[in-house]
Protein backbone atom coordinates (compact mmCIF):
# COMPACT_ATOMS: atom_id res chain seq x y z
CA UNK A 1 0.00 0.00 0.00
CA UNK A 2 0.89 3.58 -0.50
CA UNK A 3 0.88 6.15 2.09
CA UNK A 4 -0.66 9.91 1.48
CA UNK A 5 -0.26 12.71 3.22
CA UNK A 6 -1.98 15.59 1.98
CA UNK A 7 -1.22 19.21 2.97
CA UNK A 8 -2.24 22.71 1.85
CA UNK A 9 -5.63 23.62 3.38
CA UNK A 10 -7.10 26.62 5.09
CA UNK A 11 -9.34 29.38 5.34
CA UNK A 12 -9.46 31.49 2.18
CA UNK A 13 -12.34 34.40 1.06
CA UNK A 14 -15.12 33.03 -1.64
CA UNK A 15 -12.48 33.83 -5.05
CA UNK A 16 -9.88 33.15 -3.76
CA UNK A 17 -7.18 30.27 -4.33
CA UNK A 18 -5.57 27.59 -2.53
CA UNK A 19 -3.22 24.79 -3.74
CA UNK A 20 -3.58 21.36 -1.89
CA UNK A 21 -0.60 18.68 -1.90
CA UNK A 22 -0.38 14.81 -1.53
CA UNK A 23 2.71 13.32 -1.67
CA UNK A 24 3.15 9.52 -1.47
CA UNK A 25 5.36 7.16 -0.09
CA UNK A 26 6.04 3.88 -0.03
CA UNK A 27 5.88 2.44 -3.12
CA UNK A 28 6.32 3.87 -6.84
CA UNK A 29 3.07 5.34 -7.55
CA UNK A 30 3.30 5.32 -11.55
CA UNK A 31 0.99 2.77 -12.08
CA UNK A 32 -1.67 4.70 -9.72
CA UNK A 33 -4.51 6.60 -10.66
CA UNK A 34 -4.95 9.40 -8.26
CA UNK A 35 -7.72 10.96 -7.34
CA UNK A 36 -9.22 14.09 -4.71
CA UNK A 37 -12.31 13.96 -3.27
CA UNK A 38 -14.16 16.01 -0.95
CA UNK A 39 -16.54 15.46 1.98
CA UNK A 40 -18.81 18.50 3.51
CA UNK A 41 -20.70 17.79 6.84
CA UNK A 42 -23.56 15.89 6.34
CA UNK A 43 -22.77 15.04 2.55
CA UNK A 44 -21.43 12.37 1.18
CA UNK A 45 -17.68 11.77 -0.48
CA UNK A 46 -17.40 13.19 -3.56
CA UNK A 47 -15.34 12.66 -6.62
CA UNK A 48 -13.43 16.69 -7.22
CA UNK A 49 -10.78 15.50 -9.54
CA UNK A 50 -8.34 12.40 -11.15
CA UNK A 51 -5.00 11.74 -12.92
CA UNK A 52 -3.95 8.69 -14.09
CA UNK A 53 -0.14 9.18 -13.07
CA UNK A 54 1.48 7.22 -16.16
CA UNK A 55 -0.54 9.31 -19.42
CA UNK A 56 -0.92 12.43 -17.12
CA UNK A 57 -5.18 12.37 -18.23
CA UNK A 58 -7.29 14.14 -16.06
CA UNK A 59 -10.87 13.98 -15.25
CA UNK A 60 -12.90 17.10 -13.29
CA UNK A 61 -16.44 16.79 -11.83
CA UNK A 62 -18.76 19.84 -13.39
CA UNK A 63 -18.90 21.36 -10.23
CA UNK A 64 -14.91 22.53 -10.56
CA UNK A 65 -14.21 22.01 -14.27
CA UNK A 66 -12.29 25.07 -14.86
CA UNK A 67 -11.64 26.19 -11.99
CA UNK A 68 -9.20 23.33 -10.43
CA UNK A 69 -6.49 21.94 -12.00
CA UNK A 70 -4.67 18.44 -10.80
CA UNK A 71 -1.00 18.14 -11.52
CA UNK A 72 1.79 15.95 -10.74
CA UNK A 73 5.64 16.18 -9.67
CA UNK A 74 7.00 13.39 -10.97
CA UNK A 75 10.30 13.76 -8.80
CA UNK A 76 8.44 14.88 -5.47
CA UNK A 77 6.17 11.64 -6.14
CA UNK A 78 3.44 14.37 -5.29
CA UNK A 79 -0.40 15.88 -6.65
CA UNK A 80 -1.48 18.95 -6.54
CA UNK A 81 -5.43 20.63 -6.93
CA UNK A 82 -4.94 24.22 -7.90
CA UNK A 83 -8.33 25.19 -6.90
CA UNK A 84 -9.11 29.15 -7.85
CA UNK A 85 -12.49 30.89 -8.06
CA UNK A 86 -13.29 29.27 -4.77
CA UNK A 87 -16.68 29.65 -3.84
CA UNK A 88 -18.54 28.73 -0.24
CA UNK A 89 -19.86 25.71 -1.34
CA UNK A 90 -16.23 24.23 -1.70
CA UNK A 91 -16.11 24.14 1.54
CA UNK A 92 -15.04 20.58 2.81
CA UNK A 93 -12.12 18.29 4.20
CA UNK A 94 -10.13 17.58 1.02
CA UNK A 95 -8.87 13.89 0.63
CA UNK A 96 -6.04 12.35 -1.86
CA UNK A 97 -6.69 8.90 -2.78
CA UNK A 98 -5.11 6.40 -4.60
CA UNK A 99 -5.99 3.21 -7.16
CA UNK A 100 -4.86 0.88 -9.51
CA UNK A 101 -4.82 2.06 -13.05
CA UNK A 102 -7.92 3.11 -14.38
CA UNK A 103 -10.01 6.17 -13.80
CA UNK A 104 -13.02 5.76 -11.16
CA UNK A 105 -14.88 8.20 -9.64
CA UNK A 106 -16.10 6.71 -7.08
CA UNK A 107 -14.90 6.21 -3.32
CA UNK A 108 -14.63 2.78 -2.50
CA UNK A 109 -12.50 1.98 -5.55
CA UNK A 110 -9.75 3.62 -3.80
CA UNK A 111 -7.57 1.45 -1.54
CA UNK A 112 -5.31 4.26 0.01
CA UNK A 113 -6.18 7.44 1.48
CA UNK A 114 -4.70 10.48 2.79
CA UNK A 115 -5.60 11.81 6.43
CA UNK A 116 -7.84 14.78 4.85
CA UNK A 117 -7.02 18.81 4.77
CA UNK A 118 -9.88 21.01 5.46
CA UNK A 119 -10.75 23.87 3.09
CA UNK A 120 -13.05 26.30 4.39
CA UNK A 121 -14.17 28.92 2.02
CA UNK A 122 -15.72 32.49 3.76
CA UNK A 123 -17.61 34.75 2.18
Known amino acids: QVQLVESGGGLVQAGGSLRLSCTASGRTITTYYMGWFRQAPGEEREFVAG????????DYANSVKGRFTISRENAKNTVYLQMTSLKREDTAVYYCAARDWSYSRLPADFHSWGQGTQVTVSS
Open 51 to 58: LRWITGGT
